[in-house]
């Protein structure tokens, strides 16, 4: 089980039928183990049903914990009624998965979509669709789903409140403004009801839209015959897309303060996402869902370090640019950190796409071209590293009229701050 992740719940249960029933299970399984019972018999124990009597009883953060478990179960059982209908929905939860992992929009904490938002939507397919074979599935999702009109939610089941907790709050649009926010709802089947999704925003949202729509294209293509089924997993073309990225570099020394460290700004992250998204300052960001993980040198003292990067794009008249007030909010709250030590730092980097690393092609990310195929001119790109040491407003900067964001994907003439690279306030 090394280096493999698994997620594990908490929940105290208050339901003294169940735990009575479910600890009746558990002496049988381990007399299995125990050798004191055959392996035989260890088919007939199925897996333990989470149902709604659970809620009783149970706390908001318990509730959510048991829904994860009441949600994976509601969608195996939902998605058909023998084992090719079973196994077709897991096979193309697979491949979407991989898709999305490929392309770089694999992440709940970043803004994507993660594991139980992607399962939901082909549960939809298949739910729609329950005698269809999986190259056929594919198809259709990627046909539905890069059309869909957000925000109108996806729900694959009515939701009947259990009457012991009517109380619960549910994910209502109607009548709560902040659900009504929400870009990309995908509802949990399982009551209390809640969008999966709520994370995601709007630079996220436009990724995963043009990704879908080119899916659905390569999809025609095989059906044509004019190309095969692996080349939907054959790298992408992100890093050959825009003419400008910015590169951020988590690094420490100490792979256990990095591990603490990454952690912390990877789930802050999505705060440096919605800062750069600024159609008012005709700037507009393409976040790639990954982080390459690598260590420069078998040194001792050489760091460890993930990087992530953020495509821009700019309005077509942008001459200069102040990048600090857009990262201002994420750069308090990574250098407020009340544990984070010497050995922990953060490096910005403006990154033309000739002057990209090469690990980010490294990893199946597909061959880089020479040229940006929308760049207006790849000489006006001005490295620039980032002191995130305060966040402070940088020096002012002059932007003249702009035009819509995607108009261009160019860069500016020149980017201004005085961040560089994060210090330690001493204390």
């Known amino acids: 089980m090394e280096s493999v992740k698994i997620d594990l719940i908490f929940a105290q249960i208050n339901n003294a039928q169940w735990l009575s029933e479910h600890a009746i299970k558990s002496a049988y399984i381990q007399n299995v183990s125990d050798g004191k019972l055959s392996s035989d018999y260890l088919d007939e124990v199925q897996e333990v049903e989470v149902d709604f009597t659970l809620l009783i009883g149970l706390d908001q953060p318990s509730i959510r914990s048991i829904n994860g478990v009441r949600v994976a179960q509601f969608l195996l059982s939902s998605v058909g009624r023998n084992t090719t209908q079973l196994e077709n929905f897991r096979l193309t939860l697979r491949t979407i998965k991989e898709w999305a992992r490929v392309h770089g929009l694999y992440s709940n904490v970043l803004g994507f979509l993660g594991g139980v938002n992607w399962a939901i939507l082909v549960c939809w397919i298949c739910q729609k669709n329950p005698d269809a074979a999986p190259s056929a599935l594919l198809r259709m ?47 949990t089947p399982c009551y209390p009801s809640m969008n999966s999704s709520y994370n995601v925003g709007e630079p996220q949202l436009r990724r995963i839209r043009e990704e879908l729509s080119r899916a659905s294209k390569l999809c025609y293509d095989v059906s044509r015959g004019k190309t095969t089924w692996e080349a939907l997993f054959e790298g992408n073309s992100f890093f050959t897309q825009h003419a400008t990225y910015l590169q951020v570099d988590i690094t420490s020394t100490n792979e256990d303060d990095f591990r603490a460290w990454f952690g912390l700004c990877e789930a802050r992250m999505r705060l440096l996402i919605v800062g750069l998204e600024s159609p008012s300052h005709g700037i507009r960001a393409y976040p790639f869902a990954k982080f390459f993980h690598r260590r420069p040198s078998a040194d001792d003292q ?3 370090v993930a990087s992530f990067f953020i495509a821009l794009r700019f309005a077509g008249s942008v001459q200069r640019l102040d990048l600090g007030p857009l990262v201002t909010d994420f750069l308090q709250v990574v250098n407020s950190w009340e544990t984070r030590k010497n050995t922990m730092d953060l490096i910005m980097n403006i990154v033309s796409q000739k002057n990209l690393p090469s690990f980010v092609l490294e990893e199946d990310e597909g061959v880089i071209s020479s040229t940006p195929s929308n760049a207006r001119d790849q000489q006006l790109v001005t490295d620039v590293s980032y002191n995130v040491e305060s966040a402070t407003t940088p020096v002012s900067s002059s932007i003249g009229r702009k035009s819509h964001c995607d108009s261009a994907t160019s860069s500016p003439l020149e980017f201004t701050s005085p961040l560089k690279r994060t210090k330690m306030n001493s204390k």
């Not at 999702?141 to 409140?161: D, G, H, L, M, Y």
Request: no cysteine; aromatic share 18%; charged share 25%.
């Open 302 to 304: 050489s760091p460890f």
């Open 141 to 187: 999702f990627f046909r539905r789903f890069s059309t869909w009109e957000w925000p109108t939610p996806v729900r694959i089941a009515k939701q009947t409140p259990f009457a012991d907790r009517g109380d619960l709050p549910v994910w209502d649009p109607v009548n709560n403004f902040r659900d009504a926010k929400h870009l990309m709802p995908i509802i």
